[in-house]
Nanobody
């Protein structure tokens, strides 16, 4: 069973930055493709950003110019750099990742991001 772990969430003031990380737990798996999603209370889960196996990135309009998705193949870790955070970015952020070694996509447990003054 593959476990995916996110980290890096927390509370930050408006205008601040956070970097989320996503990796497999307990064993080394290489990231093939990845997406970051978020879910705010009372709302549906929505796609924030994605990166393909070829490194092509895609962003939701509401984060363009502020968030950057990336991966470090040497560390087998994916990232979501979030800058210029707004209160409306407050949500639980989830990593959805496809590893080269296994057939399925896996979700992480989520990490809370709170933007508040």
């Amino acid at each position: 069973q593959v476990q995916v772990v996110e980290s890096g969430g927390g509370m930050v003031q408006p205008g601040g930055s956070l970097r989320l990380s996503c990796a497999a737990s307990g064993r080394t798996y290489s990231i093939y493709a990845m997406g970051w999603y978020r879910q705010a209370p009372g709302k549906q889960r929505e796609l924030v950003a994605a990166i393909t196996s070829g490194g092509i990135t895609n962003y939701a309009d509401f984060v363009k110019g502020r968030f950057t998705i990336s991966r470090d193949n040497a560390k087998n870790t994916g990232y979501l750099q979030m800058n210029s955070l707004k209160p409306e970015d407050t949500a639980v952020y989830y990593c959805n990742v496809k590893f080269k070694e296994v057939s399925f996509w896996y979700w992480g447990q989520g990490t809370q991001v709170t933007v508040s003054s």
